[in-house]
Structure formats: structure tokens, C-alpha cells
């Protein structure tokens, strides 16, 4: 704590923990180690608006369970080949056409379930 101002000319952003911690000191400055001990609390909060390190360990953790939960389940919120190529993203194929016909009808069905109505007519068009 050099001076208490920010970069801005006002008080530093953890300028209040400071003195909050200061206090705690100089109240319980007369108990030796246990008044040290008092103000492990402020201390601590004066670290943690300095170095963020709670909140960056809380974050890490936070990202680590979503990246956790997104590999259990990676393509869930995918969008279906199907879609992709009503948007015209993917150019049809011979092949396309060919695994198209192979498929079962219900499977068919299923697949074109998810496509508006307006798209499927020519999705159908082209496949065929």
C-alpha cells in the first residue's frame, strides 16, 4: 500500500480492507499473537481484493465442471447433419442421395421431423 490513491486520483480499489485491516491491528495490538490472530479475517479479505486469488481458483473450478459436463455429453446441442444442409451449407452428394434412399423410412421420418415444413419439400427435391 503505497499511497491509498488509485490511478485515477481517489481511493484505491482496496483501500477500505486496508484500513479495515490497519484497525484490526492497532485495536488488538496489545494481545501480541492473538490480536494478529483477530484480524486473520480482514487480512484476508485485503489479500483477496489485492491478487483476486479466490476468485480466480472459484472460476478455474467453474470451468473445469463445464468443460467436464460438455464432454459427457459433446454433441447434444449440435445441429443434425440435417440442418446443416437445409441451410445450404453443405453441398449435396451423390453419396448423400445414395445413403438417403438406403435409409429405412421411419429413420427418414425421424430425421426430417426437426426441418420446417417450407424447407423439407425442397430437401426432398434435392436428395432425390
Given amino acids: 500500500m503505497a ?8 481511493p484505491n480499489r482496496c483501500y477500505s480492507f486496508w484500513q479495515e485491516t490497519l484497525g484490526c491491528y492497532v485495536v488488538n495490538a ?11 479475517g480482514a487480512l484476508e479479505d485485503y489479500y483477496e ?4 486469488r479466490k476468485e480466480a481458483m472459484r472460476a478455474m473450478k467453474m470451468q473445469a465442471a463445464y468443460r467436464k459436463a460438455e ?4 454433441r447434444e446441442l449440435a445441429a443434425a447433419p440435417e440442418q446443416v444442409r ?4 453443405i453441398k449435396r452428394t451423390d453419396k ?3 445413403m438417403w434412399t438406403k435409409l429405412p423410412e421411419e429413420k427418414q421420418a425421424e430425421m426430417l421431423a426437426n426441418i420446417p415444413e417450407d424447407k423439407k419439400e425442397a430437401l426432398l427435391a434435392r436428395l432425390k
Avoid: I, R, T
Fill in 96 to 98: 448423400v442421395a445414395e
Fill in 86 to 89: 437445409s441451410l445450404g451449407l
Fill in 49 to 52: 481484493c489485492l491478487h483476486h
Fill in 3 to 10: 499511497s491509498g490513491f488509485g490511478l485515477n486520483g481517489g
Fill in 30 to 40: 496489545g494481545d501480541g499473537v492473538e490480536g494478529k490472530m483477530k484480524c486473520k
Fill in 71 to 74: 464432454a459427457a455429453h459433446p
